[in-house]
C-alpha cells in the first residue's frame, strides 16, 4: 500500500497559522511538538510531519474503506527526531498496529512525502513536480495527466485507454479500459505543486 501527500509552503505559511492556540496539541503528540520547538526551521518540520500523517492516512483509509480525522493517533517514532532523520521517518499507527514508512523530498519551496506498507516485492514510481496555475481544476488535470503518462510508458500502454476514478470514499483507483487494475495510486496537490505514487508489483 502506498500514500502521498505535497505541500506548497509558500502557500502553507499564507493559508495555515499553526502557531494559533492549540493547533499543535490537536494534531502532534507530545515528542513532535519537541521535535517541531527544537528544529531550525519550524514551518518545514510542522509541515514535514503534517505530510507525513496525512501520507498515512490515505493509506489506512483505503484499507479500512473509510474517511476519519484523527492525526495523533499515526504518531511518528522518537528515535527518528533523536537522529534528526527528517526526511525519513517511522510512523506508527495506534489504534490498528501498523507500522509506515515514510519518505519525503524536503527543498525551500515544497515537501512531499510517500508512506509505504507491506511493500516487499512492489516496484514504487514517486513523482512531484511544479504547476504554473495553482487554481485547483488546473491542480488536478495536470497531476492526473503526469500519472497517466508515467504509467503508460512504464506499462505501454495507450494514455488514452486510461483512467483515474474515486469512488465513494474518494480513494482513487485505475481502470485500463474501463478494467480496474491493482496497481495502487495516491495523488496530492496544493498550491504550484503536484505529486504522485505509483505501486505496482
Not at 505559511?13 to 531550525?40: D, G, V, Y
Not at 503518462?149 to 506499462?155: P, R
Not at 483507483?173 to 491493482?182: A, C, D, I, R
Request: proline share 2%.
Amino acid at each position: 500500500m502506498v500514500g502521498n501527500d505535497i505541500v506548497d509552503l509558500q502557500l502553507a505559511r499564507k493559508e495555515s497559522n499553526w502557531q494559533r492556540p492549540r493547533f499543535l496539541e490537536k494534531i502532534f503528540t507530545e515528542e513532535e511538538r519537541h521535535f517541531i520547538h527544537t528544529a531550525n526551521d519550524k514551518d518545514a518540520a510542522v509541515w514535514l510531519l503534517w505530510s507525513g500523517k496525512e501520507s498515512v492516512y490515505k493509506i489506512i483509509a483505503r484499507l479500512e474503506k473509510r474517511r476519519f480525522f484523527a492525526p495523533k493517533k499515526i504518531a511518528f517514532c522518537t528515535d527518528d527526531f533523536s537522529r534528526r532523520r527528517v526526511d525519513d521517518l517511522t510512523a506508527k499507527v495506534v489504534s490498528t498496529g501498523y507500522t509506515f514508512s515514510t519518505k519525503s523530498v524536503v527543498t525551500d519551496t515544497h515537501i512531499h512525502t510517500v508512506a509505504q506498507l507491506d511493500n516487499i516485492n512492489k516496484k514504487l514510481i514517486k513523482n512531484n513536480f511544479y504547476i504554473k496555475k495553482n487554481n485547483y481544476p488546473t491542480q488536478h488535470k495536470t497531476t492526473r495527466q503526469h500519472l497517466l503518462k508515467n504509467y503508460a510508458k512504464m506499462t505501454n500502454l495507450a494514455v488514452a485507454d486510461l483512467r483515474i476514478q474515486k469512488d465513494e470514499n474518494q480513494i482513487p483507483y485505475l481502470y485500463h479500459q474501463n478494467e480496474k487494475q491493482s496497481t495502487v495510486i495516491s495523488i496530492s496537490h496544493h498550491g504550484n505543486y503536484g505529486g504522485y505514487a505509483i505501486l505496482t508489483v
